[in-house]
């Protein structure tokens, strides 16, 4: 080696050696790594950072502190280190104990003789306290924003000199959309305050360091709305104002309670003068502190005089006021649990001595964190000596003074106990009010007792002291017949009870035509129980109401077995719905040329025992108990499935299907989603279906079936009404309800063309359809004769079978392709 050389070696030397002293005092971590990431080089401070010895460092590479996510990381990093480009770089690297530890490094590449790159220089400080600070403030930023949202705040700083604020973003759920234009000022936010409320602003006293608070009403959005604003001014260097910090909240919401709530106590401090009962309110020692002018009056304390003092001292007698003082005590005590309302009933005394029993509710309530107790106080004096009476009257009903049903029990067995001794037979008439629960529900209670006890007094006027007239329960009355000599006699009874009732009865101001449903039932055996002969009755009556009410009914055998039968049938008829018992067939309406335009769906049911069971009988059975919804809800399902099928048929694109209602399923709330839905189950359109009504649901306005029918309209499905003139209806409801067709009852077309009134009745009722718009269409057509008398009277369509009767959903498509479409129109 030549001078040069030698010289050219210390000097490299003499550099590494100041490089390493350089290092060693660095407060930097230093590393040195070649081309495949091992270390060349590194202080005690790097190997500090990592938290290794420097042994450890020295045999290990960069890539032995870095996890998977780093690790590619990593690699693209010494690729373009490898091209000779110095870096400045944010990095985490995985102490040797586990911990993340982020850094912040300035590397560039190391060159070999011939200029090419042989490793890369690092030097390395710790950020971990820095990136952890950062975060925290970042998630503490976070977190207020939250808090504030949390609490509906909006956070904001006004700028006094400039006039210009900022603004967290949920401002404009406060103030609106305008709290967030472009270049907000103060003006712009003040544009939105109520003119009278900006004064509030200007006469603001903006003092450094003073709170303020302010509540104004702003227009927002186009509608009026409270906000509750409050901050503080901030001052300069020299404690000049300079800005306005602080927040605002919608508090429209809780100036509304504050305003239910002073309303309410102005209600509560009304009702309580204008209370019938003495109305007293105690602080938790028991002293009075609200005192109304009903106490004033049943105690004789003036409310000036009461104010203060124990309420036990002005009400009770002296001997008493020690233990009612003792349980107002315990009653408030902090440590007693909490008392439900109370009601007793107690002797007081008045102020001049006299002495009364009341009756006292006492309730406690949490009043600015304390229990206090509120209480009225009714005389009951009256119902005392009323209760005496009806103790003495135990058989009586308090409601129409008859006589009750115990009393009626021990009066028919001691009749039935007679027979034979004074007369052969003993009668029973059971007697229930049609319709009453509409009055109760429409006119309140009050009226429904007040007629009540007015049918109580006409029956007992008709059948005088020869019969005991008894409230059974409800608007449920018997008549007892004793002494009867035939059964021709306790009709004579029944019939001129029903007579006495055409008459309207005069109650709350109103004249109410009352119908009745009468059972009779007759012992001739003294063996015989009375609550056997009141059954009897019952079960006739019930037969009565459901031949449409207004009439009498006589029990027989005939009935008894009606009675077991229909209790079969509903057993029976909850386990077709199970097991599928139940089919649906079809009946063509058509035009009177025989073009099919619609089908009727019909229940059917064919018992695997009992054979055919007429819809006449099943369906009844159905709508008392219910089953006629679910049993309603599986007919249209099936029905309209059906329909889909058919209206794909060439031609047959305009075929309609029609399903009956019944009362029950209009009365069930979610009938035009479950008709919404079926529709859409089976993509039929909503003018595919028609439902047919009875005039009787129109008219019956207590059981929401208006809205209903309402909703169905609005929804586009066609309306009918069945077995038209048969009820009671009026112009009013047709007119009311938006109904598209009117089907006569089979019963008038049975007689048109032989019966001079049926054919004048039927031919109105198609002129009425016509003047309102309606199609007019005829059940039960059976014969030529008729079918050619309701064409020659303008009838739209019919159905009957003249054409068809109906048949299985298997048959249709056989109808279909005997017949031709109805022209468009009809």
């Known amino acids: 080696m030549d001078s040069g050389t030698a010289a050219s070696g210390d000097d490299r030397a003499l550099l590494e050696a100041r490089f390493r002293g350089v290092a060693d005092v660095s407060r930097d971590g230093i590393w040195m790594i070649d081309l495949e990431g091992s270390t060349t080089f590194a202080n005690q401070q790097m190997a500090d950072l990592l938290g290794c010895d420097l042994a450890s460092l020295a045999a290990a590479s960069v890539f032995d502190f870095m996890d998977a996510e780093g690790l590619a990381e990593g690699l693209a990093v010494l690729e373009r280190l490898q091209a000779g480009t110095p870096q400045q770089l944010e990095f985490r690297l995985v102490r040797v104990d586990g911990v993340d530890l982020f850094i912040e490094a300035s590397t560039c590449p190391l060159f070999a003789p011939d200029g090419s790159v042989s490793g890369a220089l690092g030097v390395v400080s710790d950020t971990s306290e820095r990136r952890r600070a950062t975060e925290q403030l970042r998630r503490q930023r976070e977190w ?7 609490g509906g705040l909006a956070a904001w700083e006004l700028d006094l000199a400039r006039g210009e604020y900022t603004r967290s973003d949920n401002l404009r759920a406060v103030f609106g959309s305008r709290a967030l234009d472009a270049t907000p000022t103060m003006r712009d936010l003040l544009e939105v305050v109520v003119p009278e409320d900006r004064r509030l602003f200007r006469t603001l006293d903006y003092a450094v360091g003073e709170p303020f608070a302010l509540e104004f009403r702003i227009v927002r959005e186009g509608a009026l709305a409270w906000v509750r604003s409050q901050g503080r001014v901030i001052g300069d260097a020299q404690g000049h104002p300079m800005a306005v910090r602080g927040t605002s ?37 028991g002293r009075v502190a609200e005192w109304n002018a009903m106490a004033e009056s049943l105690f004789g304390w003036s409310r000036e005089e009461a104010m203060g003092q124990r309420c036990v001292d002005l009400m009770f007698l002296p001997q008493d006021r020690a233990f009612y003082q003792q349980q ?23 102020r001049d001595g006299r002495t009364f029993p009341v009756e006292l509710s006492l309730v406690m309530v949490q009043v600015g964190g304390s229990a206090q107790l509120r209480g009225f106080i009714r005389d009951i004096t009256e119902r005392r000596a009323h209760e005496r009476d009806l103790a003495d009257r135990a058989l009586v009903d308090q409601v129409t003074g008859l006589a009750n049903r115990t009393l009626l029990l021990d009066r028919a067995e001691r009749a039935i106990a007679r027979i034979g ?20 529900e429409t006119l309140g209670h009050t009226v429904g007792d007040a007629l009540l006890a007015a049918v109580a007094s006409r029956l007992r006027s008709t059948v005088g002291v020869t019969c005991t007239v008894a409230r059974h329960g409800g608007d449920e009355f018997v008549v007892l017949c004793e002494d009867v000599a035939d059964l021709a006699a306790a009709e004579s009874v029944g019939r001129a009870v029903l007579e006495a009732f055409t008459d309207p009865i005069a109650v709350g101001g109103r004249r109410l035509t009352v119908s009745l449903s009468i059972g009779l039932a007759h012992v001739d055996s003294p063996m015989t129980e009375a609550s056997t002969l009141i059954r009897a009755a019952d079960v006739a009556m019930h037969q009565a109401k459901a031949l449409g009410g207004g009439r009498m009914e006589a029990f027989d055998a005939a009935l008894a077995h009606r009675a077991t039968r229909r209790l079969d049938l509903e ?8 097991t599928g018992q139940i089919t649906v067939a079809y009946q063509p309406v058509v035009t009177f040329d025989g073009c099919i335009v619609s089908l009727e769906a019909l229940a059917r049911w064919e018992h695997p025992e009992l054979g055919s069971i007429p819809p006449a009988e099943f369906i009844p059975v159905a709508e008392e108990t219910g089953l006629i919804v679910e049993l309603g809800e599986r007919v249209l399902d099936e029905a309209c499935a059906r329909l889909a099928d058919w209206r794909a048929l060439p031609g047959w694109e305009q075929l309609t299907m029609a399903a009956n209602l019944s009362g029950r399923q209009l009365a069930t709330p979610g009938l035009v989603g479950t008709v919404e839905r079926t529709l859409a189950r089976h993509g039929l359109p909503v003018d595919a279906v028609c439902l047919e009504i009875t005039e009787s649901m129109l008219m019956d306005e207590t059981s929401g079936a208006a809205g209903t029918v309402d909703a169905l309209a609005e929804m586009g499905i066609v309306l009918a009404v069945d077995d038209f003139g048969t009820g009671y209806s009026s112009l009013l409801y047709l007119r009311r309800f938006p109904v598209h067709a009117l089907k006569l009852d089979r019963s008038f077309v049975a007689g048109i063309g032989t019966n001079d009134v049926d054919t004048a009745i039927v031919a109105s009722m198609i002129d009425l359809a016509h003047s309102l718009h309606l199609v007019s269409i005829a059940e039960g057509v059976e014969t030529v004769a008729q079918a050619e008398a309701l064409a020659a009277r303008g009838c739209d369509l019919a159905q009957g079978y003249h054409w068809s009767k109906p048949v299985p959903a298997d048959e249709i498509v056989g109808l279909l392709g005997a017949s031709a479409p109805a022209p468009a129109g009809n």
């Open 144 to 150: 207020l924003a939250m808090a504030l949202d949390a």
């Open 249 to 285: 909240v919608d508090i429209t919401e809780t100036r509304a309670a504050e305003q239910r709530r002073a309303e309410a106590i102005a209600v509560h401090r009304h009702t309580i003068e204008v209370s019938p009962d003495a109305f007293v309110g105690l602080d938790g020692a």
């Open 328 to 350: 107002l005590d315990a009653m408030v005590d902090p440590g007693a649990p909490e008392v439900p309302p109370t009601r007793v009933e107690l002797v007081a005394q008045a």
């Open 421 to 440: 001794e004074r007369a052969p037979l003993v009668a029973a008439l059971f007697v229930d009010i049609d319709r009453f629960k509409p009055v109760n």
């Open 571 to 578: 057993q029976e008829l909850r386990r077709a719905l199970a």
